[in-house]
């Protein structure tokens, strides 16, 4: 059971990245599927998330307007399309796997991936 999130990078004021969160050993499709970030010195921050359940979906408001978040079942892989990055989205992005279990919940965490921007 694994979650791999990749594609961040270094990225001048204005770009965009796209994150990518793969499954692997079970389905996304039963779970809630979050986006966090941690800055330096900073708490962890929820920026995003996709129920492919009931469909819904969720943008912080410093991310509102700029970020996409989208789920691919086919691929079992969730994207963070993040565009009009800004010096201040500079951190650490998780993704992570939720779903409620009698008696509690599951969840699983990807190994994070940097993104910086900067000119």
């Known amino acids: 059971v694994q979650l791999q999130a990749c594609g961040g990078g270094l990225v001048q004021p204005g770009g965009s990245l796209r994150l990518s969160c793969a499954a692997s050993?079970?389905?996304?499709?039963?779970?809630?599927i979050g986006w966090f970030r941690q800055a330096p010195g900073k708490e962890r921050e929820g920026v995003s998330s996709?129920?492919?359940?009931?469909?819904?979906?969720y943008y912080g408001d410093s991310v509102k307007g700029r970020f996409t978040v989208s789920g691919d079942n086919a691929k079992n892989t969730v994207y963070l399309q993040m565009n009009s990055l800004k010096p201040e989205d500079t951190a650490v992005y998780y993704c992570?796997?939720?779903?409620?279990?009698?008696?509690?919940?599951?969840?699983?965490w990807g190994q994070g991936t940097q993104v910086t921007v900067s000119s």
């Open positions: 996709i129920s492919f359940g009931d469909g819904g979906i």
């Open positions: 050993g079970f389905t996304l499709d039963d779970y809630s």
């Open positions: 992570n796997a939720w779903r409620p279990v009698v008696g509690g919940s599951v969840d699983y």
